[in-house]
């Protein structure tokens, strides 16, 4: 059992950028494969980045690609998401997923432990 807490979030201008964290504890993160997704008003869930469980691979959604970066440090049990150039259609409510194992997985039923989520809104 893994318990996830996201923080980081807030409101920011487009253009700007914020950096969202997700600390785990309970267990080591190192044995999971880490994901991002996020939820916008009126919209399904969606993947957003990944990483492997050690760093050294990551895959992200078409739409933040070049723009966001997923890193992890396992020595301090976290995840980071750091967000730049930010749109008003990257408002959301953004959660970290935690998925046993080594393979990449869009799909959000394939992660096993999620965080609360935070509240990210970009202002135009």
């Known amino acids: 059992q893994v318990q996830l807490v996201e923080s980081g979030g807030g409101l920011v201008q487009a253009g700007g950028s914020l950096r969202l964290s997700c600390t785990a504890s309970?267990?080591?993160?190192?044995?999971?494969?880490m994901g991002w997704f996020r939820q916008g008003p009126g919209k399904e869930r969606e993947f957003v980045a990944a990483i492997s469980r050690n760093g050294v691979l990551n895959y992200y959604a078409d739409s933040v690609k070049g723009r966001f970066t997923i890193d992890r440090d396992n020595t301090k049990n976290t995840v980071t998401l750091q967000m730049d150039s930010l749109k008003p259609e990257d408002t959301a409510v953004y959660y970290c997923?935690?998925?046993?194992?080594?393979?990449?997985?869009?799909?959000?039923?394939?992660?096993?432990?999620w965080g609360q989520g935070t509240q990210v809104t970009v202002s135009s």
């Open positions: 997923a935690a998925r046993p194992g080594s393979f990449f997985q869009v799909a959000e039923g394939k992660y096993d432990y």
């Open positions: 309970g267990r080591t993160l190192s044995s999971y494969t």
